[in-house]
Structure formats: C-alpha cells, structure tokens
C-alpha cells in the first residue's frame, strides 16, 4: 500500500511540475551591425530542436519544457559563437548576449566548445526532482573545461573586452562626426542663400571640415 501511495504521489508530482517555462534572449552586436541575419539554436541531450533566426530588434521569446536541461547556441557570420549551457526552468530565463567580431588571434576550432564564447546558467541550486529529470540530463559545468578551452574562452574575453571599449570611442567619435556633418550642411545652405559672409563662411567651413578628417584618422586608428 505504502508503495502504492509513493506512486501515486510522484505521478502526482510530475504532472504538478511539468509545463513549459519562458525564456528570452536578448541579443546585440558590439558594433551595432544588423541582427536578423543571427541564428538562434536549442540543443537538448546534444539534438537540435528549435532553429530560428532573429528579429531585428535582437528579442527572442520562447517556451521551453520543464524538466529539460538546454544548450542554446547564438551564431552570426563574422561574429564569435555564443553558447549557453545548462538554461532550465528554475533559472532566471533572461540573457543578454553581445555577439563579438571574430579576430585572427582567437584560436583554431578544433572541437565545438573551442573558439566560441561561453556562459554557464547557475544549477547550483536547482531542485527539479530527478523523475522528472530523467537519466540522461548531462550538466555543463565550468570547472570541467580543458585547459584549451579555458584558454581559448580567455581569449575570446580578452577581445570582447578590447572591442567593447573601442566601440564606446568609436560611438561617441560618430556623434561628433555627425554634429560637424549637420554644421557644414547649414552653413552650406546659409553661403548657398547668401545668410553668410563668403569668405568667414568658407573659412569656417574648412575648419569644420578639417575637425571631420582628423575625427576619421582616429576612427581608423579605432577600426577591429
């Protein structure tokens, strides 16, 4: 009977906790570039399940299986592979992922954790019953990475970093850029409707000019 009743009650359990949970991604290029062309890929026990592509504005919602732990792979060409492991019910369900341009010193892919970055979903503290589970849930974890994909993970670190810093440069040069582009154009108009003074507004229309060169040689000096 006592058996019986443990039945029972895990059947109970199970159906209590099965369903589906929300997970969304929000996604971005560090340099800004066009997201719809990303790839979106969900891996359970190593078999892809869902495969879609990105809307514009970067946000991916979607409904998971409880019970399930999942793999979710961002891919963009030109741009270093995002992976995130061990993505469950009881998690937080959100990620932001910037996606980082590739560089010829990150190291060769010889295997599929190489060569692409990585983020851990925290199942320390993760109570899903193993019946619900199942037997053949595999966790990814962090402290198990080789040597090669520490390394490589470093790397891929390294640059975001580098990139990230750049970019934050580089936008607030394209601002300026912009605001000198906006002063030449009306000047350009008040010469065209004689509202300015020839000679000071060609004058002053070169200096303005000269400002847009040197803003360019340090975006150039900028440029990954």
């Known amino acids: 009977m006592k058996t019986l009743f443990t039945i029972i009650f895990s059947a109970f359990m199970l159906l209590a906790q099965a369903g589906d ?7 971005e290029t560090v340099d800004h570039s066009a997201i719809e062309v990303t790839s979106l890929v969900i891996r359970e026990q190593g078999e892809e399940i869902i495969r879609q592509k990105a809307p514009a504005n970067g946000d ?3 409904k998971l299986e409880e019970g399930e732990l999942y793999e979710v792979w961002i891919m963009k060409e030109g741009y270093v592979a ?4 061990n993505i469950h019910s009881e998690g937080d369900g959100k990620f932001k992922v910037t996606l980082y ?3 010829e010193s990150l190291p060769a892919i010889t295997s599929s954790y190489l060569g692409v970055n990585r983020e851990f979903d925290n199942v320390k503290e993760m109570t899903i019953p193993a019946e619900l589970l199942g037997d053949s849930i595999h966790v990814v974890k962090e402290d198990a990475m080789s040597k090669d994909e520490q390394k490589s993970l470093s790397k891929i670190q390294s640059i975001a970093k580098s990139q990230t810093k750049a970019q934050k440069k580089i936008d607030k040069l394209l601002k300026k850029r912009a605001k000198l582009d906006e002063e030449i154009s009306e000047l ?4 065209a409707n004689d509202e300015t ?6 004058e002053e229309k070169l200096k303005l000019q000269e400002k847009i060169a040197k ?3 340090k975006l150039d000096k900028l440029a990954y």
């Open 21 to 27: 949970f929300k997970v969304k991604f929000q996604i």
């Open 60 to 62: 991916v919602k979607l």
């Open 82 to 85: 995002h992976v995130i492991h």
């Open 101 to 103: 341009k590739t560089s």
């Open 188 to 191: 350009t108009t008040d010469l």
């Open 197 to 202: 003074e020839r000679s000071s507004g060609e």
């Open 215 to 217: 803003i360019q040689g």
